[in-house]
Structure formats: structure tokens, C-alpha cells
């Protein structure tokens, strides 16, 4: 932990080194044309992401969840995505949820020395009760928080599928996961602040996890939100449009539908599509798995 100097995520790059003296504009600039790297970076890491997300699918189509774990920033932006995943896609909140390093204070309370805790990490690992079907991604910039490997390793002593997820190369955090996900964004505009590059690139890898894994759930119809929690007036009348992209009925059609079906946009399609009752309609979707498409009956 000594050795921060050798990880390119705390070295202090020379470009940046006059940023107190820019001007608003320049700086603004600056940041920018440090952020237009990011995507590039990620797309380096998507062999790596793309074997850990078809892992966890797997595993969650046989009945397990998605957990995050990490401190600081990491931590909150698992908090982050584990959170829309309920109102976006209807999961369940122990479906996919997120453990951070201090506990819930820790969201908006920076509780930074929790991350050294090691024996912290595993213990939450064993409260949360996670086994083989489970699926636990390890966030951490540095790619060596305690709290994060300790976590980490022990979910993979119980049996679950191991992810790390860093921005550093060969990190304790890949060498413990089963599989390593090191995006390399470099140096920092603020030395060592890696809620900027860093933390960007966590956002759009994890936004492809939970995303990617929810469209293979069948979660989605095409690019629709079909599964999405109306529980606000934009929602609603999304939820209206939909039903009515799918099946090609009137507005006050597709209200009906939704209104019978406690506004499930799934269940609403399919008894808009067959004029089924809201039971036969949801016998059809649970027969396919709860996927739109089967239940249309427009897969081979």
C-alpha cells in the first residue's frame, strides 16, 4: 500500500500541472479533452467485460444476484447503479444491490478509512448471504482497497463468481478475481482524484453490467424499457407508448390494457396482442420466462 507512485492512477501528470493558474474556459477544456480518453479506454477492457457479464447472466438466469462492492467513490457508484436497477427493469432490490465500505452513512458521509478494514469487507460478504449463484463485482480504482479484496475474497470461498474491476494493471484485485477488468484511463487532472477519469470509467462499465445483463434477462423488447416501474406520470405515459408501439393500438386502448393489468407494459402487450384476460395474459409471460418476445411467440 506503501508504493502509490508505481499506480498510474496516483501519478501526477505534467500536462496538469498548471491547472491553478488556467482560466475557468481553460480549465473546463482541460477536463474535457481528459474525459474524451475515457471510452477509449473501456473499449481496450471489453474482452474482459464482455466474459464477466456473460458469466453473471448466466448465473443470474439460474435464480442469483448481482452485488457490488466497493468503498469511497467506487462504493457509491455501485450504490448508484444497483439502485436504478428497480424502477428501470422491476427487480427486486435483492436482486442486484451494493455493499460499501462504512455502511449506508457512507453514501453521503465520506467514511474513508473504512476502506482498510478487512475484516469489515468479508463480514459483509458473509451477512449478505452470498453463494454459487451469485455473482460479486469488486470495484476499486487503485485495484488494492483491503476492504475491497477482502470482499472479494471471500465471496469467492463461498462459491460465487468474481469480479474486479480496477483502473490499474495487474492489480491484487484482478490477481483475487476470477475475472479482471483493468481499465486503463492513466494519470488523473487532479493527481490521484479518482472520482474524475476513474471514476467515469466505472460508471460506463458498470452501466454496461447491469444493462447488458438485464437485456439478457429479457428485460427489455428490443430497446423498450418493457419491465419499467410506472410509478410517476412520465413513466405512465411511457408505459402508454410502448403498449402502443407494440401492439399498434389507440391510446385509450393501451390505457384500458394497462389500467386492467396494474400497468405491467408486458402484460398489457400480450393480452392487447391475444385479447386475454390479466390472468391468461400473465400465465403466457410466466410460461415464457417473462420474456415479451417468446410470449409474442416471435422467437423460432
Known amino acids: 500500500m506503501n508504493n502509490l507512485s508505481e499506480l498510474t492512477t496516483e501519478s501526477a501528470d505534467p500536462r496538469f500541472a498548471g491547472i491553478d493558474t488556467m482560466s475557468v474556459g481553460e480549465l473546463a477544456a482541460t477536463m474535457n479533452a481528459a474525459d474524451t480518453t475515457v471510452p477509449a479506454a473501456v473499449a481496450a477492457a471489453l474482452p474482459g467485460i ?88 469488486g470495484i476499486a480504482s487503485s485495484g488494492r482497497t483491503p476492504y475491497v479484496l477482502a470482499a472479494v475474497r471471500r465471496a469467492r470461498e463461498l462459491g460465487a463468481l468474481t469480479v474486479g474491476l480496477s483502473c490499474n494493471a495487474g492489480t491484487p484485485l484482478s490477481r483475487e478475481a476470477e475475472h479482471a477488468i483493468e481499465v486503463l484511463v492513466g494519470p488523473e487532472v487532479i493527481s490521484g482524484s479518482t472520482r474524475l477519469k476513474a471514476g467515469t470509467a466505472q460508471k460506463l462499465v458498470l452501466n454496461m453490467f447491469s444493462t447488458i445483463v438485464m437485456v439478457r434477462l429479457g428485460k427489455t423488447y428490443g430497446n423498450l424499457m418493457v419491465d419499467v416501474k410506472a410509478s410517476n406520470g412520465k413513466l405512465r405515459e411511457r408505459a402508454v407508448r410502448m403498449v402502443r408501439t407494440i401492439t399498434g393500438s389507440g391510446r385509450e386502448q393501451a390505457l384500458a390494457a394497462l389500467d386492467a393489468n396494474g400497468f405491467n407494459v408486458k402484460q398489457a402487450v400480450v393480452a392487447t396482442r391475444f385479447g386475454l384476460s390479466p390472468q391468461e395474459a400473465a400465465a403466457r409471460l410466466a410460461a415464457a420466462g417473462g420474456r415479451l418476445r417468446a410470449a409474442l411467440g416471435e422467437l423460432s
Open 50 to 137: 464482455t466474459a464477466a457479464i456473460e458469466a453473471t447472466a448466466a448465473r443470474m438466469e439460474a435464480g442469483g444476484r448481482l452485488v457490488y462492492v466497493g468503498a469511497g467513490t467506487p462504493g457509491r457508484l455501485g450504490v448508484l447503479d444497483a439502485s436504478e436497477c428497480p424502477p428501470t427493469f422491476s427487480t427486486p432490490p435483492e436482486q442486484v444491490f451494493a455493499i460499501i465500505a462504512g455502511g449506508e452513512s457512507a453514501i453521503v458521509a465520506p467514511c474513508e478509512g473504512a476502506e482498510d478494514d478487512e475484516e469489515a469487507g468479508a463480514a459483509a460478504v458473509t451477512a449478505a448471504g452470498i453463494g454459487p449463484l451469485d455473482s460479486v463485482v
